[in-house]
């Protein structure tokens, strides 16, 4: 199975979401599709079933659409006449999914009009707790197919006990080769670039170890704070909603050893021993490897903007870490003794998703003292690109040297358009391709090792260290890497 081809069309399907109202529906799900259709990939007797609650009809339900549509896809994207077709196979169907007495009828006879031969995804898109209930009723209401798949959205859990509870509830009524667990950072380009750079250019792969590699940085920075997302994140904090799932996802792809093809199992496998291979953090070595911080009053962008805590409906005191910044090590052959700096934070100064790959400094030789070593940028988001500094003969001089950026621009015109990390992943899910999708192996090892720094958080007498907003967070995160003589990225360039 190719990880590469995405944009043939796929055979007609039925697309049933769960929590059709919600926000990530509005603002990711129905805008995904709907870009997919306007590109061809879509057939025009697809079904897309949204259910929730809510008591609304197809009518309501396409004007809720119609509405997020103008608003999240891009103005030179949207196509009136492409639109009123796409919302012309969505459909609503009122029901409680967790509830065995709810309209499960109203949902099979839209699904039994099309034939039971069609793929039918089953998207989850409400809280997690539900989707043990949902999975329940949409296999003992008969709705689950030979063609069948669930995906289910993040946080599967909270920690290991309840990512189990999670997995064994869905696991009872689907088998596990028909659940997909959405991690959308794999539905990056860049993120995807990285199994290519690594294993697609022989340089690359010889230089890919603890031999050439000091260190490893991977960032994901945000300007936003809680988004109105306050009552979610407060119960998550950053190590949860980002470093368990997307930056050790990320981690694994830049980590893993050379899979044996780039079938789903084998990819996951290899994901699956960098998991299991990082050393333990736990309360015992919390302290000098883990720095967790929460922003207070500062300015993002030249706008002042409130504290965290400020930003909680009820101003509530919180220990919600909205930054988490840790030194990870991977105890196998090919990484020991490399650190793996993983950093995430809101209201940082900007939006930025960039892995860095420091590789060690040379010798002095030919040209004078050694030479610092390069360092590989590869840039997620914005600007998704790959850049590479070389050092090159000064023009003019006799062996003067300047610094050049080999740089690789990704998403440059006339090159694919960039697409939403959501749009591939829907639609892998309906041709069948878990490779992009998180086994659940994978999630309970991730949660494995992070639930022992939540452990030890949860004992700690002190919170997280405070920053302030429109900065790159407490200085506890700078001192993490001063201690074995490194630096953030940006501290470097300053
Ligand atoms: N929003 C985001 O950016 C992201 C969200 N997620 C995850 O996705 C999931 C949904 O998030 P989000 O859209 O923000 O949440 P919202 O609170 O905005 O939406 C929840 C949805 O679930 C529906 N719902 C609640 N209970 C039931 C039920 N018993 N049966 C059927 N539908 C129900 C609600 O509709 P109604 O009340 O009408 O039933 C609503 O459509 C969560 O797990 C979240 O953590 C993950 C990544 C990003
Ligand atoms: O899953 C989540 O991701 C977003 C960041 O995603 P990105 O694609 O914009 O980098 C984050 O804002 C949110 O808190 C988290 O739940």
Known sequence: MSITSQLEPVPSFDYVIFGATGDLTMRKLLPALCRRFAEGQIPADAQIIGTARSPLDDAAYRERGLKALRE??????????????????????SLNGADAEGNWAGLSARLD????????VFYLATAPDLYGAIAQNINEKGLRTEQSRIVLEKPIGTDLATARMVNEGVGRHFPENSIYRIDHYLGKEAVQNV?????ANPMLERLW?????????????????LEGRGGYYDGSGALRDMIQNHLLQVLTVVAMERPSSLDADALRDEKV?????????????LAANVARGQYVRGTTRG?????YREELPD????????FVALKAEIDNPRWQGVPFYLRSGKRMPEKLTEIVIQFRAGEPGLFGAARPGSRLVIRVQPNESVILPLFVKQPGSTFGLDEVDALSKLGEPGRIRFRDSYEGLMLDAVKGSPALFVRKDETEAAWAWVTPILQGWSEAANGPDAYAAGTWGPDSARELLARAGHQWVEDAAA
């Open 113 to 120: 009009a099309a034939g039971s031969e069609r793929v039918r």
């Open 72 to 93: 999240y896809v891009r103005e030179d994207e949207f196509v009136d006449a492409t639109v009123e077709r796409f919302l012309g196979l969505v459909h609503y169907v």
């Open 303 to 307: 706008q002042a903007v409130p504290a």
């Open 209 to 225: 170890d603890r031999e050439s590699i000091e260190y490893v940085q991977i960032t994901a920075a945000e300007t936003v704070g």
């Open 315 to 322: 101003e509530a005191p919180s220990n919600t870490e909205t």
């Open 195 to 199: 199994i290519a750079l690594r294993f």
């Open 273 to 285: 021993r960098v998991l299991t291979s990082l050393k333990p953090l736990d309360r015992n070595n």
